[in-house]
Nanobody, 126 residues
Framework: QVQLVESGGGLVQAGGSLRLSCAAS????????MGWFRQAPGKEREFVAA????????YYGDSVKGRFTVSRDNTKNAVFLQMNSLKPEDTAVYSC???????????????????WGQGTQVTVSS
């Protein structure tokens, strides 16, 4: 079982940057595919990014490609989301998620993930 705690959210002006962190408990973090999702008020949860167990493969939602970068440090049980060129439409609660995978699959849908953090608010002002 994995417990996830996000940090790094806040208020930033459009065009600015934020770096989110997600700290994971447990000794088998390197066996978990990790993802980032976001949900804005009145909207459905949206896929942001995902990263393979070893960190060599990354996937992004269309709305964040070229602006966001997901990474992980398995020695520190942590996953990160670097967000650049932020836009007001990026405003949402961002959550990290994890799922144990024995193979090569990297899910990009929320229903595939078993463990979730509590979320961190990101607000981008215009």
């Amino acid at each position: 079982q994995v417990q996830l705690v996000e940090s790094g959210g806040g208020l930033v002006q459009a065009g600015g940057s934020l770096r989110l962190s997600c700290a994971a408990s447990g000794r088998t973090f390197s066996s978990y595919v990790m993802g980032w999702f976001r949900q804005a008020p009145g909207k459905e949860r949206e896929f942001v990014a995902a990263i393979s167990k070893g960190g060599t493969r990354t996937y992004y939602g269309d709305s964040v490609k070229g602006r966001f970068t997901v990474s992980r440090d398995n020695t520190k049980n942590a996953v990160f989301l670097q967000m650049n060129s932020l836009k007001p439409e990026d405003t949402a609660v961002y959550s990290c998620a994890g799922v144990f995978r024995g193979g090569w699959e990297v899910p990009v849908t929320a229903d595939a993930y078993d463990y979730w953090g509590q979320g961190t608010q990101v607000t981008v002002s215009s």
